[in-house]
């Protein structure tokens, strides 16, 4: 690239990174001042295919995999990123736990931390991508209250699921998320499984979502589940505190 074309490259990363739906083509030309639609089509080409944006179902374009691997770069040696991983340890030891970290873009999910238990199953391994759907621990918190109250859009993704869900059952533990700010599906996705999740807001917004997982064996200690869920909300507000300073 030119330094001219390097130069519009990075403001249009920084104008899709504003944007948490992400810009059209039309979108990211009026961005840039009406340059010609050729000028437009290389740039965009040329961050897709390093994977710094990507192109989502709609036609979007939002941050890519690699632009979010450059910011846990940047903020592993400062501060949110320390106390997320403290909390995610804490978690991990205290109660025998999986615990992962995960951040959306477009339609794709990123688990940017992973802190495996061999007493409890894996969530998701570090680094893995993987499209936004509802059984993945979390998800509710990435997809928009219209989605969560279509019948439709959830039956869709129950589709998706074997085995067999109940609508009734999800919608109650979406319902119950909304309530309590804690995602706890108890075994319905996946029996033998307790996950719960809980979102991590940056500015008013979802940044990342918080899961942890136990086998049902485990979760049987007395207490035990009301003591995780209370460290995992001990645990939101001091990240949160970190990230909103």
């Known amino acids: 690239m030119s330094q001219s074309t390097l130069a519009r490259a990075l403001f249009v990363m920084d104008e899709v990174s504003k944007s948490p739906q992400g810009l059209r083509f039309s979108e990211v030309q009026t961005a840039l001042g009406n340059p010609s639609p050729t000028t437009v089509n290389k740039i965009l080409k040329e961050l897709t295919a390093a994977d710094a944006l990507n192109k989502s179902a709609d036609g979007r374009y939002v941050v890519g995999m690699k632009a979010y691997f450059w910011g846990k770069a940047v903020t592993a040696r400062q501060g949110p990123m320390r106390t997320v991983r403290e909390r995610m340890a804490d978690l991990h030891q205290r109660f025998e736990a999986s615990v992962n970290l995960f951040t959306c873009s477009g339609d794709h999910m990123f688990c940017l931390e992973s802190i495996m238990s061999p007493q409890s199953p894996t969530l998701w391994p570090a680094g893995k991508g993987l499209p ?114």
């Open 132 to 245: 936004l759907r509802l059984p993945v621990i979390g998800s509710i918190f990435f997809f928009t209250r219209e989605q969560l109250d279509d019948d439709a859009f959830l039956r869709s993704e129950l589709e998706r699921h074997r085995p067999r869900l109940d609508l009734e059952d999800v919608r109650a533990m979406i319902n119950d998320a909304r309530e309590s700010g804690m995602q706890h599906d108890a075994g319905l996705f996946y029996p033998g499984v307790y996950r719960m999740a809980v979102p991590l807001m940056d500015q008013g917004s979802v940044s990342m979502v918080m899961g942890l997982g136990v086998l049902e064996a485990h979760q049987e200690q007395d207490g035990v589940m009301s003591r995780i869920a209370s460290a995992m909300r001990e645990a939101k507000v001091h990240i949160e505190q970190e990230m909103n300073t």
